[in-house]
């Protein structure tokens, strides 16, 4: 068993994908007792601040229009304050959830939340052992609905999370869970629905995502080369002295790797010019590669910060001598919406590049292979430059929506921002899933049975997997799978 131990500053994004892909019980999290005493110290000084008789937002009070009013202090009424659910279909991946949770856990593990510890053990509780298959507390974990919030963070997920366990049930051993509420202390609920939790989980998982889906970019790059039989010099070191920039030499080094052992540098090439997509893809790549190294450490920036509101400052996490609480607008969500519309731009760039190769190729040697004649309408609705441009436009803030109370929602772009860009990394997956098929499709039919030995060294096994579950050695009769493709390579 791996454990995760949490301190409110050094969780990365590796960190939440094993906790993402982690069924079996196998990652177990922790927070570290320099973080409780933090937590333990945080809740005293709130304590005193009530007790003196102090007004303390969003713990004595409720927040924004409401802070008047007194605050949400059990599951049924932090479920009224959030409003109704489950109206549309589209629901968090499961797993999505625990990652959020730990993220939450890694901002109270800071010790600037109004959290008691009693809380946070019952929320390692569930993270540990609810998200665990085997486990019969699985069974409790609910739905959660996407693109629901009202404003102010996500509100309405992690509402629901803690709505739908913590407010119905307590975890009484390693795998029983009885119907009790958990008695939230003064603040507690507030904190636990206030923050960016849901759409930071989402975000990295998208990343990770993408980022397994580049390696494969990569590859599907030098097969077009080798089915180009492209001048060759566009990867060579001469290329890499001068490229603008070290994310794009690197993409050109591991280019030149992949290629190593191939025929292509040992003939002329096909024109001394190559297809002006794929002359730009090194830029392209790189420039993506760049965006997604910009997002990841924006993300690492955020899920190790606080969230939500109150904040509580005191001596043991900051250099002041006494203890202050006060609202802040801590959600993070302008810096999270510009990483991932950037992030955005350069993917675009990428998908539509991948869907221009791949229509020259179709363009280029598609009559020349039979099957692609019979199945053509096929790769061109898959390879469709339409979906890849609808799905690369970068949403503008100005169009967000409004929260509750009729204001603007500047916590809603960076969950529309992130919604839009899991939708074109999965066109992404489609795009380049075509662009393999049809480019070992051209390599085989030029090199003929040789083509496993004459193409480069980095390229062979993915080739042999695309040939696997390549409709090019189907049948007319036979139906092509994607999910074998994606399932044969490793996406």
Same mark, same amino acid.
């Given at each position: 068993?791996?454990?995760?131990?949490?301190?409110?500053?050094?969780?990365?994004?590796?960190?939440?994908?094993?906790?993402?892909?982690?069924?079996?019980?196998?990652?177990?999290?922790?927070v570290q007792d320099s973080a409780k005493?933090?937590?333990?110290?945080?809740?005293?000084?709130?304590?005193?601040?009530?007790?003196?008789?102090?007004?303390?937002?969003?713990?004595?009070?409720?927040?924004?229009?409401?802070?008047?009013?007194?605050?949400?202090?059990?599951?049924?009424?932090?479920?009224?304050?959030?409003?109704?659910?489950?109206?549309?279909?589209?629901?968090?991946?499961?797993?999505?959830?625990?990652?959020?949770?730990?993220?939450?856990?890694?901002?109270?593990?800071?010790?600037?939340?109004?959290?008691?510890?009693?809380?946070?053990?019952?929320?390692?509780?569930?993270?540990?052992?609810?998200?665990?298959?085997?486990?019969?507390?699985?069974?409790?974990?609910?739905?959660?609905?996407?693109?629901?919030?009202?404003?102010?963070?996500?509100?309405?997920?992690?509402?629901?999370?803690?709505?739908?366990?913590?407010?119905?049930?307590?975890?009484?051993?390693?795998?029983?869970?009885?119907?009790?509420?958990?008695?939230?202390?003064?603040?507690?609920?507030?904190?636990?629905?206030?923050?960016?939790?849901?759409?930071?989980?989402?975000?990295?998982?998208?990343?990770?995502?993408?980022?397994?889906?580049?390696?494969?970019?990569?590859?599907?790059?030098?097969?077009?080369?080798?089915?180009?039989?492209?001048?060759?010099?566009?990867?060579?070191?001469?290329?890499?002295?001068?490229?603008?920039?070290?994310?794009?030499?690197?993409?050109?080094?591991?280019?030149?790797?992949?290629?190593?052992?191939?025929?292509?540098?040992?003939?002329?090439?096909?024109?001394?010019?190559?297809?002006?997509?794929?002359?730009?893809?090194?830029?392209?790549?790189?420039?993506?590669?760049? $965006?997604?190294?910009?997002?990841?450490?924006?993300? *690492? #920036? !955020?899920i190790n910060s606080h969230q939500g /509101?109150? %904040? =509580?400052?005191?001596?043991?996490?900051?250099?002041?001598?006494?203890?202050?609480?006060?609202?802040?607008?801590?959600?993070?969500?302008?810096?999270?919406?510009?990483?991932?519309?950037?992030?955005?731009?350069?993917?675009?760039?990428?998908?539509?590049?991948?869907?221009?190769?791949?229509?020259?190729?179709?363009?280029?040697?598609?009559?020349?292979?039979?099957?692609?004649?019979?199945?053509?309408?096929?790769?061109?609705?898959?390879?469709?430059?339409?979906?890849?441009?609808?799905?690369?436009?970068?949403?503008?803030?100005?169009?967000?929506?409004?929260?509750?109370?009729?204001?603007?929602?500047?916590?809603?772009?960076?969950?529309? $921002?992130?919604?839009?860009?899991?939708?074109?990394? *999965? #066109? !992404?997956?489609?795009?380049?899933?075509? /662009?393999? %098929? =049809?480019?070992?499709?051209?390599?085989?039919?030029?090199?003929?049975?040789?083509?496993?030995?004459?193409?480069?060294?980095?390229?062979?096994?993915?080739?042999?997997?695309?040939?696997?579950?390549?409709?090019?050695?189907?049948?007319?009769?036979?139906?092509?799978?994607?999910?074998?493709?994606?399932?044969?390579?490793?996406?």
């Open positions: 068993m791996e454990t995760l131990a949490l301190d409110g500053t050094s969780l990365k994004c590796s960190d939440l994908i094993k906790v993402y892909k982690d069924c079996d019980g196998k990652v177990k999290v922790v005493e933090k937590i333990h110290r945080a809740r005293e000084g709130v304590e005193e601040k009530i007790k003196s008789g102090e007004t303390v937002y969003g713990t004595n009070t409720d927040v924004s229009a409401l802070k008047s009013a007194p605050p949400p202090g059990s599951g049924a009424q932090a479920a009224g304050y959030a409003g109704r659910w489950g109206k549309y279909v589209e629901h968090y991946d499961k797993q999505v959830c625990r990652a959020a949770w730990v993220i939450l856990l890694n901002g109270f593990a800071r010790g600037s939340t109004v959290v008691t510890w009693s809380l946070v053990k019952q929320i390692i509780r569930w993270v540990n052992m609810a998200w665990n298959k085997k486990n019969k507390i699985h069974d409790l974990v609910p739905n959660i609905e996407k693109g629901a919030s009202v404003g102010f963070g996500d509100v309405i997920a992690p509402t629901v999370l803690h709505v739908e366990t913590l407010a119905k049930y307590q975890i009484v051993s390693e795998d029983k869970a009885v119907k009790r509420e958990y008695e939230f202390a003064s603040g507690e609920v507030l904190a636990l629905l206030s923050n960016n939790c849901f759409t930071l989980a989402e975000a990295v998982v998208t990343v990770s995502n993408i980022i397994e889906t580049m390696e494969i970019i990569e590859v599907a790059t030098a097969l077009d080369i080798e089915a180009e039989e492209a001048n060759t010099f566009i990867i060579s070191k001469e290329a890499e002295e001068v490229a603008q920039w070290e994310t794009k030499k690197k993409v050109i080094e591991r280019l030149r790797k992949l290629l190593r052992g191939s025929q292509l540098f040992h003939k002329a090439p096909s024109s001394i010019h190559p297809y002006v997509s794929l002359r730009a893809s090194t830029d392209i790549l790189g420039t993506a590669w760049e $965006a997604l190294e910009n997002t990841k450490q924006v993300l *690492e #920036d !955020l /509101n109150p %904040v =509580v400052v005191g001596p043991w996490n900051s250099d002041v001598s006494e203890t202050k609480i006060g609202p802040v607008a801590q959600f993070d969500t302008t810096r999270l919406f510009w990483s991932l519309s950037s992030l955005q731009q350069a993917m675009g760039c990428l998908v539509v590049s991948l869907g221009q190769r791949t229509l020259y190729r179709i363009n280029t040697d598609g009559f020349n292979i039979p099957q692609f004649l019979t199945r053509r309408m096929l790769i061109f609705q898959e390879a469709s430059l339409r979906d890849c441009m609808v799905s690369s436009q970068v949403l503008s803030p100005a169009f967000c929506r409004m929260n509750g109370f009729q204001d603007y929602d500047w916590a809603a772009p960076s969950a529309q $921002a992130c919604s839009s860009l899991a939708k074109l990394g *999965e #066109d !992404l997956k489609r795009v380049v899933g075509v /662009n393999l %098929v =049809v480019a070992c499709a051209v390599v085989d039919h030029k090199l003929g049975a040789e083509a496993g030995a004459a193409i480069g060294e980095g390229c062979r096994d993915v080739f042999g997997k695309v040939q696997e579950a390549s409709f090019h050695k189907l049948s007319d009769t036979e139906h092509f799978s994607f999910n074998k493709l994606f399932e044969n390579i490793g996406l």
